[in-house]
């Protein structure tokens, strides 16, 4: 398979994981297929799973030169950014709601709220002391601590995916902001979206 073609695959996986998230596209769903909302959240992560391990496999096939690779002490970098992600993780699972995650509490209570932020008290305890979106910033530090070589087919997948994490927590933003107004904007102001520049800025004074 062609570089360009896996690179456009990519894209297109990008592109429909974050349309079928949208609120637009959700309530014109619903209103052409009435008591989907239910079984919405579980039906869209199945088909994200289901589209993205063949992708993933092929991707994994695909040969190519070395782009980059972590070497020597670089190696234990590496480890410490795989251990980083797994702790951002976990300290999201603690206030996520992950039957709302999976989609099975959908299945109760018959509605389909978009976000995973979706709390009125947004707390700068814990993880989300450190960013607004542990989850994002675990993924991002995975997809570059995952391998220690990244040829050029995965380093080009991982590149489409760090830019679809980092557009993806925008229009999160957008969300939450709409939903939440003032409540989610000062939050903003004690907490980083990303990367913890506040939270390092506060221990170095």
Not at 18 to 38: K, N, T, W
Not at 58 to 82: M, S
Not at 186 to 203: D, E, G, R, T
Request: with cysteine; proline share 6%; net charge positive.
């Amino acid at each position: 398979m062609s570089l360009i073609l896996l690179s456009f695959l990519w894209i297109g996986w990008c592109a429909g994981h974050s349309l079928l998230i949208d609120p637009v596209v959700i309530g014109a769903i619903e209103s052409r297929v009435p008591g989907v909302a239910r079984y919405y959240r579980l039906l869209y992560n199945a088909l994200a799973f289901l589209t993205l391990v063949p992708l993933a496999i092929v991707t994994g096939l695909a040969g190519g030169p070395p782009v980059f690779a972590w070497q020597g002490w670089g190696n234990v970098i590496r480890i410490l950014l795989l251990v980083c992600a797994l702790l951002l993780f976990r300290g999201g699972a603690k206030q996520y709601d992950l039957q709302y995650v999976v989609g099975l509490k959908q299945l109760r209570t018959g509605k389909t709220p978009l976000l995973l932020t979706d709390s009125p008290d947004f707390s700068a305890n814990g993880v989300f002391g450190l960013v607004r979106h542990p989850w994002y910033l675990g993924s991002l530090l995975l997809i570059w601590s995952a391998l220690p070589v990244y040829p050029l087919p995965k380093f080009v997948a991982a590149v489409i995916l760090s830019c679809y994490l980092v557009i993806g927590t925008l229009l999160e933003e957008r969300k939450i902001i709409a939903r939440h107004g003032e409540r989610y904007r000062a939050y903003q102001q004690q907490v980083s979206m990303l990367f913890p520049l506040k939270w390092l800025k506060k221990k170095l004074e």
